[in-house]
């Protein structure tokens, strides 16, 4: 007995120095890593947070990339590292029956994100749990053409051709393009996709969010809602200059707040996304930097301001603001594929979280080439689209409206081969919806480039085939 009781003491001794070599281990390679950046001009503050920061991307993207965008591992894994190579060194668990996923660097930083339906997935915070309990509402396509349904019955097949032809260029070029579509005079007529990727596949838009983000706050404008002069929008602003910013200089990007659309630990943009619960929160806590409406600065921030505004002009719950956005938006719109991620918190991510497919996200477009109008129903103003059409007044930068991406307003295109009277929604990874009113063309290009995509080139050659 005595030798048995031993035999386990030494055991679990032995055991307990295992786990200490261990630890220690991770935290030499850690350390070592750590050394390293910091030899390459990395400050304390980046290597304080990459562990956070690192752990918090891998979880959010690879959930979203399992459970919205249906990926495998191996390619979520692949499309996270190109960020950062501290990315290469995660480890990522999926628990499919509770749609969770975690992601572990060496064994010793783990964060997680979980999925639910409709609302996507968001980083999990101790103690928060307001989205858990929020229901996205059914839609389901309608069973008509598109832009009404997502029938597409109008392929013209020499545009096809050609289309198959450039998104085997682009991917020959490793531009990594996974969706090109093309619609011309309110009908799709060309659509292709990579292999793994199809017309039913959600894809993240990223920064082309904002874009779908404005015309839901376009709309409540139309409704009565809200109005873009306004200014002490925040009772937390009520005191200080802030006070001053308003509705306008938030769509434009010129509200003045101190905020860096970088993408280093450390970071305001990482921190709001990827380590607050709350990113209209930590944005209402940001100091104002500038005069609002003198200086352009590009701000994922604003949008997420702007999707506080829309959630609380909406009125109610959450679950209230939910059910208006399908209702009254989304679903006239005929976006049934979409995937509207909303923060720990219940805060919806008008800065970056919008997944759909290529043919709903070509209805974005279509709809502001209509003027605020599609499939018989007005969402937007006519006067809307006119105004988010208009180059902005700041000192800097002024070839972008009410989150889009204006050809023209600065001294020289932004596109210089495309029509002067060309926009675009824009976002990381090179996404795209770009329309082109005066050839009556809405284009559709998703991806995930790590470098520039010749966007201004494409599309020329695209524009040329209806010429």
């Not at 190579?85 to 660097?105: F, H, K």
């Not at 929020?134 to 097949?157: C, I």
Request: include cysteine.
């Amino acid at each position: 007995m005595l030798r048995c009781a031993a035999y386990l003491y030494s055991v679990r001794a032995m055991l307990k120095l295992l786990r200490k070599i261990l630890i220690l281990s991770c935290l030499t390679v850690i350390s070592l890593y750590a050394l390293a950046y910091w030899g390459m001009g990395y400050t304390p503050l980046y290597l304080y947070n990459a562990p956070s920061v690192a752990t918090g991307i891998g979880a959010k993207l690879a959930c979203s990339a399992r459970f919205v965008s249906g990926y495998d591992a191996r390619t979520s894994a692949a499309d996270i590292r190109v960020y950062a190579p501290i990315l290469a060194l995660l480890d990522y668990q999926y628990d499919d029956a509770l749609q969770r996923v975690s992601a572990t660097l060496l064994g010793v930083k783990s964060r997680s994100a979980s999925y639910q339906p409709g609302i996507g997935c968001a980083i999990d915070y101790p103690g928060v749990t307001t989205r858990q309990a929020l229901r996205w509402p059914v839609m389901r396509a309608a069973q008509a053409a598109w832009p009404k349904g997502n029938a597409v019955v109008s392929l013209d097949p020499g545009i096809q051709a050609r289309l198959d032809k450039l998104l085997a260029s682009d991917n020959a070029a490793g531009l990594d393009t996974r969706a090109l579509l093309v619609a011309y005079r309110g009908r799709v007529v060309a659509e292709s996709y990579s292999a793994g990727v199809d017309q039913h596949t959600p894809l993240l838009g990223w920064s082309m969010t904002k874009s779908v983000n404005a015309l839901v706050l376009g709309h409540l404008v139309m409704v009565g809602k809200v109005n873009v002069a306004e200014t002490d929008l925040f009772p937390s602003w009520h005191k200080d200059i802030r006070a001053d910013i308003s509705i306008r200089d938030l769509l434009q990007m010129t509200d003045g707040l101190d905020y860096q659309e970088d993408y280093d630990p450390g970071d305001t943009a990482v921190r709001m996304m990827f380590q607050e619960p709350d990113a209209a929160d930590y944005m209402l806590k940001r100091p104002q930097l500038r005069a609002p409406g003198r200086h352009f600065n590009y701000s994922s921030g604003s949008a997420n301001l702007l999707s506080r505004i829309i959630q609380d002009r909406i009125g109610g719950d959450e679950q209230a603001d939910l059910n208006y956005l399908v209702d009254e938006f989304l679903r006239p719109l005929g976006l049934t594929s979409a995937v509207f991620e909303m923060d720990a918190s219940g805060q919806l991510m008008g800065s970056s979280y919008l997944y759909a497919t290529a043919r709903d996200w070509a209805k974005v477009g279509q709809l502001m080439l209509n003027g605020g109008e599609i499939n018989g129903i007005r969402l937007v103003s006519e006067q809307w689209v006119v105004d988010s059409l208009q180059p902005n007044d700041s000192d800097n930068e002024q070839a972008y409206g009410y989150q889009w991406w204006l050809n023209s307003g600065d001294s020289q295109l932004r596109w210089p081969d495309l029509p002067a009277n060309s926009f675009a929604a824009r976002g990381n990874r090179e996404q795209r919806v770009m329309v082109l009113p005066d050839a009556d063309l809405v284009l559709v290009r998703l991806g995930w480039s790590e470098g520039d995509y010749p966007d201004n080139e494409n599309f020329k050659q695209i524009l040329d085939w209806f010429n």
